[in-house]
């Protein structure tokens, strides 16, 4: 699996909207690869370069890591630092969900039809989480400390409320992440703004699926 740590004061999750009491822009974004293909489980962090004041941090919902067809659904989850996660499985046979990524070791060993006790994430990263036994079945928890980030659905787009003011931009992807692929930068929030922005990658897969191992 690829990890990628990301620094200390990063992301919030896909979604995710200020509280009312403060004045905020949207931020919507379209994700194309170098092949023009829409890209999604694109997550951008926006780091700001300025005082959060609690009337601007966005509200965090429940966070679930499902089970479902033996798939982690959904691929790419992202979280706050603190935050518990739950991790149901959906599927009627047994799963056995890991993590060996410094960022969070875990180990729920083999459960089905229930929901495991929530694991706490309280550290900065990636966390690369895989089933011992269904090799396939792959997933990421990007946890950060920033209260500002967004993941790119289906059609490739994403949008997110941001406070006004001058952020660092980060990407990060399961199959392309670097500066090669989409340098970091930096950007000023000061109106309602759209962007398409394409990364410096064709991306062929991002699932994590059953290639027809059967019903085990």
Known sequence: MKTFLIAASLFF??????????????????????????????????????????????????????QIDKQFVPHVLVVNTGTDITFPNADNLFHHVYSFSPTKQFELKLYKEFTAEPLTFDAPGIVDIGCNIHDWMLGYIIVSDSPFFVKTEESGTASLKLPKGDYKLRFWHPEANGDDVFPDKTITVNDNTAVSWQINAVITSDDGFDSGFGDY
């Open 13 to 66: 999750s896909s979604g995710l909207l200020a509280n009312d009491s403060a004045p905020t822009y949207k931020f919507d974004i379209a994700l194309t690869d170098s092949n023009a293909n829409l890209v999604s489980n694109g997550v951008f962090i926006f780091e700001p370069l300025f005082d959060v004041e609690a009337n601007m941090l966005p509200h965090q919902p429940p966070a679930v890591m499902n």
